[in-house]
C-alpha cells in the first residue's frame, strides 16, 4: 500500500502517528449511525435495509434526504481504488482520522462555520472529487439539522492552506470558530 500511496501523492496512505483518540462509545447516536454505516457500506452494503430502518429511527424528519446524500458522499470515496479512506471493519473500536474528519465535517457545516473540503477530506477523495464530496457532505449536514452532531475539539490534523504537505502527512490545526443557533439553511 505504501508504493501505492507514494505513486499518489494527492492521496496519501493511512495516517501515521496517534489516532483520533475517540471511540464508538464516545459518539452520540447519530455519529455511531454515520460511522457504522461507512464501515458496512465499505464491506459490501449488506443489509443496507438495517442501515435505512436506523436512518427512519434516529435521523429525524430529513432521514430520507440524510441517507441519499451519505450515500452519495461514500459511493464519491470509494469510486477509485486508490482512494478508499481509512475505515475500518465494524468491530473496531476506535474512531479512524478519517472518519473523525468526516463527523467534523458535517459538524461545522451545521454550525454555518467554514468547512473546506481541501482542507478536512484532503484524504478521502482525490481532488478533482473533493468539491462533490463536500456538497454531499453539506447536504447530509442539512437534512441532519434537528439531530445535529457534537463538534469535537481540537478537530482533526488539516494540512495548511496550500493543500497537502510535502510529506503526504497532515499538518496540526484546529478550526476555530463561534457557536450559533442552528437554523435550517434557506437554500438546498
Known sequence: MQAISQDRPSHPGPASGPDSGLTVFDLDRVEQLLVWSARRWRYGRFGWVQVEAE??????????DALLAWEQALDLMHRYPLTQPEIPNGCAPRISRDERALLTFVALVQR???AEPALLLHRLAVPALRKELGQSLRELAWA?????????????????AGGTPSDGAPAEGVVSGTWGRL???PAR
Not at 436512518?55 to 430520507?64: H, N, Q, S, V
Not at 441532519?144 to 495548511?160: E, G, I, N, S, V
Request: a positive charge; zero cysteines.
Open 55 to 64: 436512518f427512519r429511527r434516529l435521523a429525524g424528519t430529513g432521514w430520507a
Open 183 to 185: 437554523r435550517r439553511s
Open 112 to 114: 454555518r462555520m467554514p
Open 144 to 160: 441532519l439539522l434537528d439531530r445535529p452532531l457534537p463538534l469535537r475539539q481540537p478537530t482533526p490534523p488539516t494540512p495548511p
